[in-house]
């Protein structure tokens, strides 16, 4: 099983990002795909979470109507699009695959799997 995030980068706040997570060696019909973020000293936090097979999303409040979790089951890809972005969005955006039993607990990271190497987002004032 491999998860690879792509995406990330330097913005100023107000702008847009949009990560990719592409994976590989398991089936989103199993696991739900979900974003955390470690910003700087802080634990990781979840951020948002799809099932494409429950055809279901859920995000943290902070990124309610700035943030968008999409997938593309045909490219096994998970994308989540940032719009607005605060200065507190700023630090290192994983990505991680939870089995689908668990997914009305998203946001506890050790429910997840699997997890990516993660990919930097800097948003500047």
């Known amino acids: 099983v491999q998860l690879v995030e792509s995406g990330g980068g330097s913005v100023h706040a107000g702008g847009s990002l949009r990560l990719s997570c592409a994976v590989s060696?398991?089936?989103?019909?199993?696991?739900?795909i979900g974003w955390f973020l470690q910003a700087p000293g802080e634990d990781r936090a979840g951020v948002s979470c799809?099932?494409?097979?429950?055809?279901?999303?859920y995000y943290t409040d902070s990124v309610k109507g700035r943030f968008t979790i999409s997938s593309d089951s045909a490219e096994n890809t998970v994308y989540l699009q940032m719009n607005s972005l605060k200065p507190w969005d700023t630090g290192i955006y994983y990505c991680?695959?939870?089995?689908?039993?668990?997914?009305?607990?998203?946001?506890?990271?050790?429910?997840?799997?699997?997890w990516g190497q993660g990919t930097q987002v800097t948003v500047s004032s």
């Open positions: 060696g398991l089936s989103f019909d199993d696991y739900g």
């Open positions: 799809i099932s494409s097979s429950a055809g279901l999303t």
């Open positions: 991680a695959a939870i089995p689908v039993q668990f997914l009305r607990l998203w946001v506890l990271d050790d429910r997840y799997v699997y």
